[in-house]
Each structure stands twice: as structure tokens, then as C-alpha cells.
């Protein structure tokens, strides 16, 4: 029988929790929240979506300050028989309290010279109080297992005795199972844009991108349900050493087979998990900004890929029985992508605006292993979006926008830890001017994800008898962001 848990290694808490690409977060300002479409912007949020664009900001000291709060909720449904009550269904909360976007821009004649400070990527902390079906499938294992295993000591000593000691008669498990994860990728961007003209503005600049993730929890407490004759509900641990002690007689060799196996569950079924990954990175982001004439804006920015390592870090030797390594290095690299924004103002209080990202997903290897092909990606990740807003005054704006993601992942990226689902996200909200020196911005967003499954193969008990199992995934997500805009 395997180790009991395999399970944290393979979560990628990193991801992208919100609007954007698989591991990029998109919803960047107060603005998005209420219009989902900003590539084209020429507001001080642009310092992210378009940094060419801040030259139409004119001369002096632009500041954007915006928090989004958000929270997620994440199902896992499976069908896997040897569960408790399968089909069964598990429920993790993602929560983000604090998820800010801080931009500077200092523009002087044909120049501009701009700061930001994001989330961008990961930006919250997941919690599943109950685990899911890849950490509790090793623990409902040790039902058939058992099972499997001590039916031939029952045949043997029914052949001899005639009667059956129905030492294989376990019926169910219990366990406590925990798990709490953070990722935050924070980004610091600079950049410098000019004025070729009237028309044509471009930019240079770059991201500097520090990422942490943080992994705690615990399967404990593991209990089968044994024959009430022989102590009822216990530990595996005790019940093989209680088989062993009424064997050993008969069998001495089967005796101390049993009582190794017993003090391997004694380890193997406390597992704890408390490890940190850390790594830094940078992005070269280059942008375009053209307005043909003063109804239109087109925009065009590409990020280029983010080289980054996480080393691990292991707290108290909680190492989760080997799945974290001490000093490892994962790779978790950021893909490239290309954007680009189309502002259209048809009459001076009304504005149209559409976005699109696309993001080169097969580049990464998002395994992190440095392999050749990349077999979890089938496609690029698009994102399209559109927005529209009115002023019903001088002073007071109120929009919507729409935006949704169309994931190229296949089967075997899927997993019930990480999984990526197409979207449709719709936004309102309004801005007010207070005065020439003040905008405020206040939104809100929902998210709905399509439905996906996945089916697969479960390694029983590390047995290598493969047993079919499905599982069906979804999310939803709500945002609220408040920003505040300064002009000086």
C-alpha cells in the first residue's frame, strides 16, 4: 500500500482565482469591476492595460487607488464508490479581502512616466474544511484494502477451524482531513511612454514579480469501522495489531506481517503540511497606443514571458510524508500574451469599448518540470470582453461590460486542486466625478463557470488496480471594487 497522502504537491494555488488567463490576473482596477473591458484605457488604470495611453493624461501628477474585494466558491462532485455517501459532493472557499491596485503617472510635455503595484496573479487563500476526493480517496482506500488483505486469513483459518473470524468484515472510515493554501503574485511595474504625435504614442517598460504560495493542513484521526468483537471502531493500526495478536498462534510469520503493516499505518495515516514556495520574476512589457481621431482609441500591448522558479521551503519538517521537498525548485513561469483595446465615442457622453487577451498557455510547462511538449494545453487561453458607458450628467457615469474566457486546457490538467473552466462574467457600476481633481469608481461583478468533468483512473491503494472514477467541477464568483482617482 502506497503513502497515504499524494495530494499537496499537485496544487497550484497559484492560478489565476479571478478575471484573466490561467495563471494572470485581469481585473487590475475598480474600472474593470464595473466595465470588464480596459485595454483601450487612457485613464490612470492604464499604467496596466495600456501604458502608452497615459501620454492623453496631460500634464502633472495622476494617482489611482482601488481595492476589489472577492470571494469564491469552488465544488467538486465525484462519483468514486469506495467514498462515504458517493456520489459525494466538496465545497472550498476562496476568500480576498484585500486584493489592491495602486498607479502613479507623472507626464511632462511628450513624455510620461508611470508606476503600478497589483496582484497579478493568485491574490487570495483557499480553504477546504472537509478536503476533497484526492485526499480523502487515500483514506476511504483503506476499506477494500484491508479487506482484500485479510480475507485469505479468513479462508485459512475457516478451512481449518470451520468457523470464520470475519476479520475482513471493516465497513466504513473517518477521518479529519484540512487543508488551507495562499498564492499571491504581487507585481511592480515602471514604465515610459512618448508622443510621436497627436496620433501615435508607445511605451517600454517592465515588471518586476514576487511570488509566494503557502501550503497547511493535516489528515488525521483515521479510523475504519471495525467488527464490534474485535474493538469496534479504531485506528487501522490497532485493529491489525488486534488480527495479528489472535493469529499469532497459528501463524507467527502472518502475526509480525501484520504487526509491520500496523506500525506503517501508525505513520502513514498522520500526515501533516506546513511549506512555502517562493521565487521572483520579471516581465518586459512593450505598448501602442493610436487614436485616428478624437471619437477613437486602439491600443496594443504585449507582456512577454515571465521566467520563474518557487523554491520550497519545509516548516517543522511538516513535510507531508516526502511531498515537499526542502530547497526543491518548481518552475511556475507566467506565459506571454497579447493584447489589444478599441475606446469608440460616438457622442462625447457615451463610450463603447471591446478588449481581447490572448495568452500563449503552450509555451509554459505548467507540470513545472522543464519538459520538452507540453501535454496538458490543447490551445491558447482568449479572453474577450466589451463594455459600455453613459453619462446621465457632468458628473455621474454608470456602465456594464461582459467578459469571458475560453481555457485550451484537455483532461490532464484538470484535477479536483486544479482546474480551468470557461466564463462569462458580467459587471455594472458607476463613476462620480467630484470635482476636476476627483474621480470615484464603485463596481461590482459575477462570474458564472460552465460545468466541466473529468473522468480517470484511481490507483487503488497504490496497488495498481485501477478503478474509474468522475469528477464534475465548478465555480462562481463575486467582486466588489472601489477606486479613487487623483489629478494634480
Known amino acids: 500500500m502506497k503513502k497515504i ?21 485581469n481585473n487590475q482596477s475598480a474600472l474593470f469591476t464595473r466595465l470588464q473591458s480596459r485595454n483601450a484605457s487612457t485613464s490612470v488604470d492604464a499604467v496596466y492595460y495600456n501604458p502608452a495611453g497615459l501620454v492623453k493624461l496631460g500634464d502633472g501628477l495622476h494617482i489611482s487607488i482601488s481595492n476589489q474585494t472577492i470571494g469564491q466558491t469552488k465544488t467538486v462532485k465525484t462519483t468514486y464508490n469506495y467514498l462515504d455517501g458517493s456520489p459525494r459532493e466538496y465545497e472550498g472557499k476562496v476568500s480576498a479581502p484585500l486584493f489592491p491596485s495602486l498607479y502613479a503617472a507623472f507626464n511632462k510635455g511628450n513624455f510620461s512616466f508611470s508606476f ?24 476511504a482506500d483503506l476499506v477494500p484494502v484491508l479487506q482484500a488483505s485479510l480475507a485469505p486469513i479468513d479462508t485459512y483459518i475457516a478451512s481449518v477451524t470451520g468457523n470464520d473470524p470475519y476479520f475482513r468484515n471493516i465497513t ?8 488551507e493554501g495562499t498564492s499571491v503574485y504581487f507585481g511592480y511595474q515602471a514604465n515610459v511612454a512618448y508622443k510621436i504625435n497627436d496620433m501615435l504614442a508607445i511605451a517600454v517598460g517592465g515588471r518586476y514579480v514576487t511570488a509566494k504560495n503557502t501550503y497547511s493542513g493535516y489528515i488525521q484521526n483515521v479510523e475504519i469501522d471495525a ?41 502513514a495515516t498522520t500526515v501533516e503540511a506546513d511549506a512555502e514556495m517562493k521565487g521572483t520574476g520579471f516581465t518586459p512589457i512593450v505598448s501602442l497606443n493610436l487614436s485616428p481621431s478624437d471619437k477613437l482609441n486602439i491600443s496594443l500591448r504585449y507582456e512577454f514571458k515571465t521566467k520563474l522558479e518557487l523554491k520550497t521551503t519545509v516548516n ?27 475606446d469608440f465615442r460616438p457622442v462625447d457622453r457615451l463610450l463603447l469599448t ?29 479572453e474577450p470582453s466589451f463594455g459600455i458607458e453613459y453619462g446621465i450628467s457632468d458628473k455621474l457615469r454608470v456602465s456594464a461590460g461582459w467578459s469571458g474566457t475560453f481555457t485550451g486546457v484537455n483532461d490532464d490538467y484538470q ?48 496497488q495498481g488496480i485501477l478503478i474509474d472514477a468522475t469528477n464534475v467541477y465548478n465555480k462562481n464568483t463575486w467582486i466588489v471594487g472601489v477606486g479613487v482617482d487623483l489629478h494634480f
Open 316 to 342: 517543522d519538517g511538516k513535510d507531508a510524508e516526502g511531498m515537499f521537498i526542502q530547497d526543491s525548485v518548481a518552475i511556475a513561469d507566467i506565459p506571454a500574451s497579447i493584447s489589444a483595446g478599441i
Open 116 to 139: 503600478g503595484f497589483n496582484p497579478v496573479g493568485g491574490g487570495g487563500g483557499a480553504k477546504y474544511d472537509g478536503g476533497l476526493p484526492s485526499f480523502e480517496m487515500q483514506v
Open 227 to 267: 467488527p464490534a468483537g474485535y474493538g469496534g471502531t479504531q485506528t487501522p493500526g490497532n485493529y491489525l495489531r488486534t488480527v495479528a495478536n489472535a493469529v499469532s498462534g497459528a501463524s507467527p510469520t502472518t502475526a509480525a506481517q501484520l504487526n509491520g503493516m500496523a506500525t506503517y499505518l501508525d505513520d
Open 354 to 382: 471591446a478588449s481581447l487577451n490572448y495568452y500563449f498557455d503552450k509555451d509554459v510547462d505548467y507540470d513545472g518540470q522543464a519538459d520538452v511538449d507540453n501535454p496538458r494545453i490543447d490551445k491558447n487561453f482568449i
Open 172 to 179: 466504513g472510515y473517518s477521518s479529519d482531513i484540512f487543508f
Open 5 to 25: 497522502l499524494t495530494i499537496f504537491s499537485a496544487l497550484a494555488l497559484s492560478g489565476t482565482l479571478f478575471a484573466g488567463g490561467l495563471v494572470t490576473n
Open 415 to 462: 484535477s479536483d486542486l486544479t482546474y480551468s473552466l470557461p466564463t462569462n462574467s458580467f459587471g455594472a457600476g458607476f463613476g462620480f466625478k467630484v470635482n476636476p481633481m476627483i474621480d470615484i469608481n464603485l463596481g461590482g461583478s459575477y462570474t458564472f463557470y460552465k460545468e466541466g468533468s473529468e473522468t480517470y483512473k484511481h490507483d487503488l491503494g497504490g
